[in-house]
């Protein structure tokens, strides 16, 4: 998706086209594999935060184009609405103080992005969804100027064929529609890449979707959407609607979604991008008619795949698989996109530091832990710490139905010391991160649950002014880069 596409319409030959391109694309990847001509000596690490933007009111601000230009930075992008940017912090080896690089790179970005923008009456705020959102800001008119948004936008509409759905029961029901992927853009997200070979990728793909549910109990920070609380992790069903190209029919019928946790375990990073070729059309059939892939590659060259490389963007499983290229040399990597935005960034870093940690020391361990659990179960997993946040319970193989706090503080901290340790993370840097996780164990403190006992507290106000008004409190507090366990 965040590949630059120019305005345009797509004839059937287009399609044609493009799809025997993406194939010979598939083909080449697949000679790729079995050549081991990827980057795997020194596995980096990646972090990417979506932030929304505010008026001083607690609003929407529409002013991402403005921000951008005040900001002047170019780790600052657009994203799909006006109301949000993002920024990619510059990859880093966990072993070289990478997660303390990150926090400060973050801080440090943020701070000085806050102050450009505070000059507009504008500021930023990390969270996963927006909660001052209403029906108005719905509309088409909300997506950024950018072309790809709006021929997203249309490519998807036009596949449904209908307006797009949103139906969310959770505390309270929310039941609308909207004639764009505008809900998209309400979904705030943090993102993690690790470094990958070709061998490793399976098990840390598996991985990645195993730990998924534990990451989002833990961490869920969206629990209100147009003035409704929903789920403590609202995020993950309006992600799933808003860009669903499906009809009520293609459900009935099974057709995949293009939002997925997917079906199965894999045993090879080329499972998942065939199933993205055989299972899901082109919403944007770009074709690169000045490259063959074949012949880049038999020429000794790095084939840039960029069909392939854009059809995958626009396949939103949880956790995707990336083919990418660094100093001309090819790698692979694991896109982990459960999270939300925020609270705070200490917060971002110790739920990266538990991802970071699990992921290694499950991925490397003797007996994988996804055979011994269905992959039904991990899904299952996922949708309920999604809908109940730190209170979820979940499966986990020789426990059983269990807390995801208990489970967190029984067996998977260690863990993720051992897996940080693993990474050549210091072992100080390691504890003050997790030691944050363990402190929202105990207290059954995230992002949501904050959030959620503030409004219940202003439950005589109007609904939109307490709404309002937690927001700035959540602002306040988000600045302190206190963890959100320690807020009032």
């Given at each position: 998706?965040?590949?630059?596409?120019?305005?345009?319409?797509?004839?059937?030959?287009?399609?044609?086209?493009?799809?025997?391109?993406?194939?010979?694309?598939?083909?080449?990847?697949?000679?790729?594999?079995?050549?081991?001509?990827?980057?795997?000596?020194?596995?980096?690490?990646?972090?990417?935060?979506?932030?929304?933007?505010?008026?001083?009111?607690?609003?929407?601000?529409?002013?991402?184009?403005?921000?951008?230009?005040?900001?002047?930075?170019?780790?600052?992008?657009?994203?799909?609405?006006?109301?949000?940017?993002?920024?990619?912090?510059?990859?880093?080896?966990?072993?070289?103080?990478?997660?303390?690089?990150?926090?400060?790179?973050?801080?440090?970005?943020?701070?000085?992005?806050?102050?450009?923008?505070?000059?507009?009456?504008?500021?930023?705020?990390?969270?996963?969804?927006?909660?001052?959102?209403?029906?108005?800001?719905?509309?088409?008119?909300?997506?950024?100027?950018?072309?790809?948004?709006?021929?997203?936008?249309?490519?998807?509409?036009?596949?449904?064929?209908?307006?797009?759905?949103?139906?969310?029961?959770?505390?309270?029901?929310?039941?609308?529609?909207?004639?764009?992927?505008?809900?998209?853009?309400?979904?705030?997200?943090?993102?993690?890449?690790?470094?990958?070979?070709?061998?490793?990728?399976?098990?840390?793909?598996?991985?990645?979707?195993?730990?998924?549910?534990?990451?989002?109990?833990?961490?869920?920070?969206?629990?209100?959407?147009?003035?409704?609380?929903?789920?403590?992790?609202?995020?993950?069903?309006?992600?799933?609607?808003?860009t669903d190209t499906r009809g009520e029919e293609l459900k009935a019928q099974g057709v995949r979604p293009r939002v997925w946790f997917g079906e199965r375990?894999?045993?090879?990073?080329?499972?998942?991008?065939?199933?993205?070729?055989?299972?899901?059309?082109?919403?944007?059939?770009?074709?690169?008619?000045?490259?063959?892939?074949?012949?880049?590659?038999?020429?000794?060259?790095?084939?840039?795949?960029?069909?392939?490389?854009?059809?995958?963007?626009?396949?939103?499983?949880?956790?995707?698989?990336?083919?990418?290229?660094?100093?001309?040399?090819?790698?692979?990597?694991?896109?982990?996109?459960?999270?939300?935005?925020?609270?705070?960034?200490?917060?971002?870093?110790?739920?990266?530091?538990?991802?970071?940690?699990?992921?290694?020391?499950?991925?490397?361990?003797?007996?994988?832990?996804?055979?011994?659990?269905?992959?039904?179960?991990?899904?299952?997993?996922?949708?309920?710490?999604?809908?109940?946040?730190?209170?979820?319970?979940?499966?986990?193989?020789?426990?059983?139905?269990?807390?995801?706090?208990?489970?967190?503080?029984?067996?998977?901290?260690?863990?993720?010391?051992?897996?940080?340790?693993?990474?050549?993370?210091?072992?100080?840097?390691?504890?003050?991160?997790?030691?944050?996780?363990?402190?929202?164990?105990?207290?059954?403190?995230?992002?949501?649950?904050?959030?959620?006992?503030?409004?219940?507290?202003?439950?005589?106000?109007?609904?939109?002014?307490?709404?309002?008004?937690?927001?700035?409190?959540?602002?306040?507090?988000?600045?302190?880069?206190?963890?959100?366990?320690?807020?009032?």
């Open positions: 998706m965040g590949e630059e596409v120019e305005a345009q319409e797509f004839s059937r030959a287009d399609r044609t086209r493009h799809r025997e391109k993406v194939r010979r694309c598939l083909d080449v990847f697949a000679r790729m594999l079995r050549e081991a001509r990827f980057d795997t000596d020194d596995p980096m690490t990646g972090l990417e935060v979506e932030l929304n933007l505010v008026d001083e009111r607690g609003d929407p601000a529409l002013r991402s184009s403005e921000v951008l230009d005040a900001v002047a930075d170019p780790d600052f992008q657009t994203e799909l609405g006006q109301f949000n940017i993002e920024i990619n912090v510059a990859p880093a080896r966990l072993r070289e103080r990478g997660l303390s690089g990150f926090e400060e790179s973050l801080r440090r970005s943020l701070n000085a992005a806050e102050q450009h923008s505070a000059d507009l009456g504008t500021h930023l705020v990390m969270i996963g969804i927006l909660p001052t959102l209403d029906h108005g800001h719905m509309t088409a008119a909300s997506l950024s100027p950018n072309p790809r948004y709006h021929l997203l936008s249309e490519q998807i509409l036009g596949a449904r064929g209908e307006d797009i759905t949103l139906a969310i029961t959770g505390p309270e029901r929310l039941a609308t529609t909207a004639d764009s992927i505008v809900p998209e853009a309400a979904c705030t997200s943090t993102q993690l890449h690790v470094q990958t070979s070709p061998a490793l990728f399976a098990s840390y793909w598996n991985a990645s979707q195993a730990i998924s549910a534990i990451q989002l109990a833990l961490g869920a920070n969206a629990p209100f959407l147009l003035g409704k609380e929903l789920w403590r992790e609202t995020r993950i069903p309006l992600f799933e609607q808003a375990w894999i045993t090879s990073v080329f499972d998942l991008f065939e199933e993205n070729v055989r299972y899901f059309p082109a919403l944007l059939p770009v074709t690169d008619a000045d490259e063959d892939p074949l012949q880049v590659l038999e020429g000794g060259g790095t084939p840039n795949l960029a069909e392939l490389r854009l059809h995958n963007g626009t396949v939103y499983r949880w956790n995707r698989p990336v083919y990418d290229i660094a100093g001309g040399v090819p790698h692979l990597r694991v896109e982990n996109r459960v999270l939300p935005a925020g609270p705070t960034v200490v917060d971002t870093m110790a739920n990266a530091a538990l991802y970071f940690g699990l992921v290694r020391a499950l991925a490397e361990h003797e007996r994988p832990l996804w055979s011994q659990m269905s992959f039904s179960a991990a899904e299952e997993n996922f949708h309920l710490a999604a809908r109940h946040g730190i209170d979820a319970q979940v499966y986990w193989p020789g426990v059983g139905q269990v807390r995801a706090t208990e489970l967190v503080l029984r067996r998977l901290l260690p863990l993720a010391r051992e897996g940080l340790a693993a990474w050549g993370v210091d072992a100080a840097e390691s504890d003050r991160l997790l030691d944050i996780i363990e402190q929202r164990c105990l207290t059954g403190t995230n992002g949501a649950e904050w959030f959620v006992r503030r409004m219940h507290g202003r439950a005589d106000q109007d609904r939109f002014d307490a709404l309002r008004a937690t927001l700035l409190d959540y602002r306040d507090r988000m600045h302190s880069n206190e963890p959100v366990h320690t807020w009032d």
